[in-house]
């Protein structure tokens, strides 16, 4: 068993993405937006001193960035004369000392084109525009006032994030602006379009152990848009894999250039949204975005190789299956679980998504009897039908008998606590737990894990702890077999295409 | 206000399924299997003196029996002298005193012949064997056994559930199963084919305030089967949604016909499993089943009219619909939530599962406009972006205005809890559920609710204390936009079948 054990880790070493992407030249300069997740200062407009309102938004904005660690001068600007977080309030950017790289703006968007000006003779290189009320809003006078933003901006050599969005996220550097992410810098990157689904996939990602490189939130995309964020992270060594939300652009030929070189460079993600007549009606008042045919996308994703997601779930099953398996060569799996309803199901589900399911040769068959002695209540084919119950020694020894078997390219194992009638919920969960982590030691193959645990919700914290539990033995864990299929047919479509050179449809 | 939450309660009540069917007529005999359900004594063979074996399966059984409130004569029966939870047992069945109506078997199968003779001399009328190692082994002795069991049980007219089941849940009579089911009897009855699926199809149900009149876990099905239950269910004034779990059928016209009756009498729910060639190769080693191909299903399924669903979630959520909503009458939903992303996700969804979203007229946009005074970071479209930090009264407010629109058939509310960046956790939770019980109270529509707790799970019972809250409030209450999207979309083709008197797709 330790052989086994040993094997699989080598593997997942050799041939993880992690790895692999970590061999592009050391020596690369830095690509050119870098210095937007790098600034050298930082100033928050649109703060007031703590005594009159911490809970106003440009304190928020100061109080994340000394919680993840920004460790540059920042300046809290604003009205009224204290500090924020103990920081000294400045009345206006051209107050201020030293310097300044970067700004964020939660000022109501009247201010907006007096603060560029203000801005521009400062000599700022960046300014995120968490302000709305621009090109998103109905009335024309928004689109005007956006326009006008930018042009000043050009002409000081400003960039602009956003207006309308959440900004940067990015560990290393200490930029942050949302409570309980990861303060882990990371290998994935991600572009959102909204602010929402930035923060909702940060979270998703991090309760999967998932950690960035860079995540920008960008809203209208005024300047600095989807495009330039591709081009970016393509070139970026720390980021290993990409992950975008997208809902529109006005930039067909440029995305599909810039989405073909960075996914024939790392893996990319793509959720688009906005992809039906109802998603566009919201997508044009959220963030001005054109959301452009349906059609036209699937054409334009199949060409360049992303892939595509349906939601922020999605897109880091995806993610999980690049990160914590070895390269995934071919779609015949072994699907083992435990419970004859949830082997059919965990069946039909991983067939439904793309995986075959070859049948377990006599031989192997006739060892798993040797094991067992007889076979009621168990299902020795392919689908396993392995119990925990008779012990998680026994059913590791079940599985490493079919070790050799070199009819599949990979193993999915599933659990559905709280199917066993007479046992206390705390048990079932610590077996199945036990089990799938005892299986997945002993394969020799690509392994996932699917703990249905979305069939036994509670308030006691039992399927979260679990599930925990395989993330820190560092398994690809997902919580329906569903998922993990799906993801696992995605991630071979795209290791598929690599192999072969060719860009079609993943 | 007031007078649009007593449209919507006096509407709710008049039109639900709930309502509709307790109009079954009253005086209608009680179908031919319900003494089943109804044991007026019940032994349970296989239990050891407590003092031995507390945990020996007879044993759980009869926990369970008393747990759950059964009150008729329990007879424990098994080797040993001594107690189960305090009953005296018995060595074997003609021992006992008293008339034994019911027998649960937990014997090993090789014990069961010489068991069907002493319950026949006995007088017994049913039997459930818990028993595995029959029909569904690969060895052709299992089969033969089976047949032999059922020889002797047909020559004394007892009728027999499963074997390799977990047999019946009727909380009306204190029969039950499984820890921790609920123990209120309901109107939901449950057949299925795989014990797993039985116990976790409770638990979801339960979960979602979802009861039953009559749960039925039959395995092989070697007597009474798929067919007898169907019918048994149709005529059962108590049984108001009959759902089943269904791998295959050795009685293909007798299915079409009870299930063509039974879809005509009430809503029919189907999950068919066992769909693909994994799933039919588990399915055999499982229940024996002979899955039969996917397309005669599907037609069999469109040609009776029942719903078919996936999984047992989906099989609850248009349970859910049919308990907690009227009558859905149209598809043009009007979609309201916070947050643009959201709200473009919502509204792919909605358009994807079937919904239409006709966009809002100008007079009810001006009316929102009205309240808000500007749309920046709204949406007054359909779909709806309002926001509830800017107060659940005025959201209401909003909500109220676009009540009297007459371009929708119903509502679809949906918050997505923690994508907000600043706010603490526990006040999230908080007002998005504030913010939904809110809004649904002023719904003058069929109302649904899509809290998106899969986003943001925690090991501190948040979510599903909020989601707990709107099934409280008596709302139907889903865990993401797709399920309560498409839950909507079959019960209404149910409903529309039902007027229209056609058996089509559903």
Redesign the interface.
């Known amino acids: 068993m330790h052989v086994k054990l040993d094997f699989w880790r080598s593997h997942r070493l050799e041939y993880s993405v992690l790895k692999r992407t970590s061999e592009l030249p050391q020596n690369m300069k830095r690509p050119e937006l870098d210095y937007i997740f790098h600034p050298r200062s930082t100033a928050v407009v649109g703060t007031l001193p703590d005594s009159l309102n911490k ?1 106003k ?1 440009g304190n ?1 904005f100061i109080r ?1 960035l000394l919680e993840y660690g920004y460790k540059d001068p920042l300046y809290p600007v604003g009205e009224g004369e204290g500090d924020v977080c103990g920081i000294k309030i400045y009345q206006s950017i051209s107050e201020i000392p030293g310097p300044v790289d970067y700004v964020i703006s939660a000022v109501q ?1 009247k201010y907006v084109l007096q603060l560029v000006e203000e801005c521009g003779r400062k000599g700022v290189r960046v300014m995120h525009f968490f302000t ?2 621009f090109s ?4 024309k006078s ?1 689109q005007e006032l956006q326009e006008q933003m930018v042009g000043i901006a050009r002409r000081y050599g400003i960039r602009v994030i956003g207006p ?1 969005c ?1 900004g940067i996220y990015c560990p290393e550097s200490g930029l942050a ?4 992410f990861s303060k882990k810098p990371g290998s994935v990157g991600y572009l ?9 996939g940060v ?2 990602a991090n ?1 999967r152990g998932i950690d960035f490189s860079k995540v920008i939130s960008y809203g209208n995309a005024c300047d600095i848009n989807e495009c330039d964020l591709l081009e970016y992270l393509t070139d970026d060594p720390a980021t290993h894999v990409i992950t975008a ?1 997208i ?1 529109g652009t006005n930039q067909g030929p440029r995305l599909l250039k810039a989405l073909r070189r960075a996914a024939d460079t790392k893996p990319v993600i793509v959720f688009k ?7 566009s ?3 044009v ?3 001005s975005a054109i959301a452009g045919s349906s059609l036209t996308w699937d054409a334009l994703l199949r060409q360049t190789g992303a892939i595509r997601v ?4 999605e897109m880091f099953d995806v993610v999980t299956v690049l990160q914590r398996c070895p390269e995934i060569t071919g779609l015949r799996a072994l ?1 083992v679980g435990h ?7 965990a ?2 589900d ?3 998504a793309g ?3 070859p ?1 377990l040769p006599p031989e192997f068959r006739q060892a798993l009897w040797n094991i067992y002695k ?10 396993l ?1 392995i119990n925990p119950y008779w012990g998680v020694d026994k059913a590791r020894e079940a599985l490493t008998a079919v070790g050799s078997w070199d009819g599949v390219d990979l193993i999915l194992l599933h659990s ?1 606590p ?8 705390e048990f079932q969960f610590k077996l199945h737990t036990d089990a799938l982590v005892g299986w997945g030691e002993v394969a020799s193959k690509p392994v996932v894990m699917a703990m ?1 645990v ?8 039992l ?3 679990s599930f925990q539990r395989l993330l820190d033995a560092d398994f690809a864990a997902f ?1 329906t077999v569903v998922r993990a299929a799906t993801a696992l047919v995605r991630a071979y479509n795209y290791y598929r295409r690599r192999r072969g050179g060719r860009r079609d449809s993943v």
Chains 1, 2 share one sequence.
Request: contains cysteine.
């Open positions: 809970f938004l928020q994340m968007s709305s009320g998103e809003i109905e009335d928004g309308n959440m602006f949302g409570m309980n959102a379009q909204s602010g929402g689904q930035c923060i909702i979270r998703e309760r939300y809902e949204c906005a992809d039906t007549g109802g998603g009606q919201a997508a008042s959220h963030t349906y939601n922020v779930q699907v419970g004859g309803g949830s082997c059919v199901q069946s039909d991983c067939c439904r995986l075959t399911m049948l007889f076979d009621a209540g168990n299902i020795f084919k392919n689908p039908d559905t709280e199917q066993d009638p007479f046992v206390p919920r249905n979305n069939t036994a919700p509670g308030d006691d914290g399927p979260e702890k919580p």
